[in-house]
């Protein structure tokens, strides 16, 4: 696994919109850039990270803008503006050879899985997951984003169960903070785990199932022996959808060598059919150690997750940590 090296004072940030433009948030996305200014970084934006639109730009300049971000020798990571819906569209026209010769810091978090998920499975290099780089516009800077400016610096960080969470997104009318005890499930009494953490959003992996940019078994084939721990963050499939997504899964063989899974609370959960969520993880993963309603994903707080790196994994009585070794 190839760990691109850590950010310090003074290094420049590519910041391009491989999903979404932000111009629809400025005001928010301003904010964010203030906080990562504040830290001493330098930003380079694309040109299409301002525009008004759920796709900034083509899929053709998104790739070409993403790329020739990596073909900058001046910068040290790229993050993605934002979220969306149509990432997917621009891997054909990524150039990946460039990724690969230039393996930086490549952070990104929900429509952005299909990248950052591809360039870690397929071509070995580390990339961040949990925050885009207009995530940080809150005042103050919630603790579990500070802990994901300490990440990209190379601290060492042990991110654990949180207090309480926000049941509500935060651009709800009714959105109440941080207003609910957080309690991690499992259908295990306590699990102890180490493994390649490699997930994201699952809303956007199932859609690369069986593609060019997927490479799941020939990825757990390289790290064979050391296991896997998948984490998914779930936006808004129902339980049923959930549950076939499982399935389709572990028919692809994306379980084999899996030590854990870790499954994040769901932002807008639905059923079509009354099954929960805890079925669906029951019927699809019940040889597996699953944690679930974890800190991970769309609902506040989430961990920043270091897809390619060695995880070691605690779960007892509702309670849990994570922490990584990128050795």
């Known amino acids: 696994m190839i760990y691109p090296e850590f950010l310090k004072k003074g290094d420049l940030i590519g910041v391009c919109a491989p999903s979404a433009g932000v ?177 994201g959003c699952i809303d956007v992996l199932k859609d690369l199932i069986g593609t060019p940019y997927e490479c799941v078994s020939s990825f757990i084939r390289r790290y064979h022996g050391e296991g896997m721990i998948w984490y998914f963050d779930n936006f808004s499939m129902s339980a049923e959808n959930f549950y076939r997504t499982l399935l389709q899964m572990r028919y692809a063989g994306w379980f084999a060598d899996t030590r854990a899974v870790l499954i994040g609370r769901v932002l807008f959960p639905s059923s079509e059919t009354g099954m929960s969520y805890e079925e669906a993880i029951h019927r699809a993963l019940s040889d597996i150690p699953v944690i679930f309603d974890a800190d991970v994903g769309h609902t506040n707080p989430s961990f920043t997750m270091i897809n390619g790196a060695m995880m070691d994994l605690s779960y007892k009585n509702g309670k849990g940590r994570i922490s990584f070794r990128c050795e």
């Open 23 to 199: 111009g629809h948030k400025l005001d928010q996305y301003d904010a964010s850039i203030e906080v990562l200014r504040n830290e001493g970084y330098r930003i380079l934006e694309t040109a299409h990270v301002r525009v008004d639109d759920p796709r900034g730009g083509t899929a053709e300049e998104r790739g070409e803008e993403l790329s020739s971000l990596f073909e900058n020798p001046d910068v040290n990571a790229v993050f993605c503006a934002a979220g969306g819906d149509f990432l997917s569209e621009i891997l054909p026209h990524v150039r990946w050879k460039s990724l690969k010769r230039n393996p930086i810091w490549l952070a990104g978090s929900s429509d952005p899985t299909s990248l950052l998920f591809t360039y870690t499975v397929k071509y070995d290099v580390a990339t961040l997951y949990g925050f885009n780089a207009g995530s940080f516009d809150e005042t103050p800077v919630p603790d579990h984003l500070k802990n994901a400016l300490k990440i990209v610096r190379g601290r060492h960080v042990v991110q654990r169960t949180s207090e309480l969470f926000a049941s509500k997104p935060g651009f709800a009318d009714d959105y109440a903070g941080f207003d609910t005890p957080t309690e991690w499930k499992s259908n295990r009494e306590k699990i102890t785990a180490s493994g390649r953490c490699i997930g």
